[in-house]
């Protein structure tokens, strides 16, 4: 049966790259690894077989199991890679801890093309809906894990869902295989090994097919997620603004909230950000989008960061405040000046056409917005405000403190990006001043 599933996987998603298995040294992970040698054995398949052991450092034979691995890898003839990662053991999570961890690591091997293919079969699929059942996970939660999903550069798969544990007990014991029982697999402090260790069971006694019931229903809920992702991105489409990361308001404000909630959550996350809780999700609606038309509004949670200005509701990754009331005396103009947090670096060339006049012996100085500043326009009569000129730039208003001021000999010069004052324009010799990261 499971050599069976695997070639229909593999008919179903041929990888033409480097294909990983995450070899734990559990019975899991070894049957997957011991059947696809031999799929690629038998019957020699356009792709790379390799295996990858991560050693978590959290058992006392985490060395040993490493080891074990590495033999019987040899004993097959296939490739493996073992990293070693270091884990606060004081974490309240540590399940969850060490499953970042590990990804995180897999992430790194990925190119482009690659699979990952992990052991998790039926019996984890239905632990995996009724934990996230239990956080009050909605439609997508309780879809559980697709079978395949695109991860760093590659593609995440798990090729053995629809296999019970007992089958893979069966292939094992059948095979002679020798595997690794991890003792944490005992401890019912994990909340996974709680469901598999005494919850399960004892739903079991009145319902024997209780897993496979509750896998067709996290089925059934990846259908509905599919119905409604298609639903948000016809809504996405009548709602943006310039680009993915910015949406109109007032096209937002005439949705219905049922939709407004799904189109939220999906252009969060099809720009690969953590999902909002349901109170932040609220606070979004109802403090964000639904503030008055001139209100300032800003909401975040893990790093994301999104701002509401005007008509527009903008998406971005939250950063630091960069420290702006600094003074950075230019004193090379052939050198390149590194400007405070992540606001990149300043640099100054030759411009063939209009440029910034800067005579030898200047004092060049780069400052940030503080307040009062004004500059007159070239051709323009009289002097306007900076914040007047940004208002009219458009610029959001989280941006304008941390756009460069170039000084010259104390009197602002050079609005980084959007203009040179009255004075200190010149045509051919003068010098071009742009932002880069």
């Known amino acids: 049966m499971i050599n069976l599933t695997l070639s229909q996987f593999l008919a179903k998603h041929l990888p033409k790259a480097t294909v990983w298995i995450a070899y734990s040294g559990g019975i899991d992970s070894h049957v997957l690894l011991h059947a696809m040698v031999h799929l690629q054995k038998d019957n020699p398949l356009p792709f790379q077989l390799k295996a990858v052991h991560i050693n978590h450092g959290i058992s006392p034979y985490a060395q040993d199991w490493t080891r074990h691995c590495e033999a019987v890898c040899q004993q097959l003839t296939i490739s493996l890679e073992t990293y070693s990662i270091k884990l606060d053991k004081l974490k309240k999570n ?6 970042k961890a590990r990804y995180s690591t897999f992430k790194t091997l990925l190119k482009e093309g690659d699979y990952l293919l992990t052991a998790h079969h039926l019996d984890d699929q239905a632990e995996t809906l009724l934990l996230h059942l239990f956080r009050g996970a909605g439609v997508k939660g309780l879809a559980a894990m697709p079978e395949v999903k695109p991860f760093a550069h590659g593609f995440l798969a798990r090729p053995i869902l629809s296999i019970t544990r007992t089958e893979i007990f069966d292939y094992a014991t059948t095979h002679q295989l020798q595997w690794i029982n991890d003792e944490s697999n005992s401890d019912t402090t994990f909340s996974r090994n709680l469901l598999r260790e005494k919850v399960i069971p004892l739903l079991q006694t009145r319902w024997p097919q209780v897993n496979q019931g509750i896998v067709k229903t996290a089925g059934l809920m990846r259908t509905e997620q599919q119905l409604l992702d298609e ?4 809504d996405l489409h009548k709602v943006l603004s310039t680009n993915l990361s910015s949406l109109s308001v007032s096209l937002l404000q005439m949705l219905s909230r049922v939709r407004l909630q799904n189109l939220l959550r999906y252009w969060v996350a099809k720009q690969g950000f953590l999902m909002p ?39 971005s990754v939250k950063t630091e405040e960069p420290k702006t009331d600094v003074v950075i005396l230019w004193e090379d103009l052939n050198k390149k000046i590194k400007l405070p947090g992540d606001l990149g670096y300043l640099f100054a060339k030759k411009s ?31 002097h306007k405000t900076l914040k007047k000129l940004m208002q009219e730039w458009s610029i959001p208003y989280w941006q304008r403190n941390q756009i460069p001021l170039v000084y010259i000999n104390d009197q602002l010069a050079v609005i980084v990006g959007y203009a040179i004052c009255e004075g200190f324009c010149i045509e051919k010799t003068g010098y071009f001043i742009q932002l880069s990261q």
Request: with cysteine.
């Open 277 to 315: 809780s349901k109170q932040k999700l609220d606070i979004l609606i109802n403090e964000v989008i639904l503030a008055a038309k001139d209100a300032k509004a800003c909401i975040h949670w893990d790093n994301v960061e999104i701002r509401k200005w005007r008509d527009t509701l903008s998406l």
């Open 352 to 382: 063939a056409e209009t440029g910034v006049l800067i005579q030898s012996g200047d004092k060049v100085e780069v400052r940030f917005r503080q307040a009062g500043e004004r500059c007159k326009l070239p051709g323009y009569a009289g």
């Open 231 to 234: 639903v948000a991105e016809e």
């Open 94 to 99: 540590l399940e969850a801890e060490a499953r």
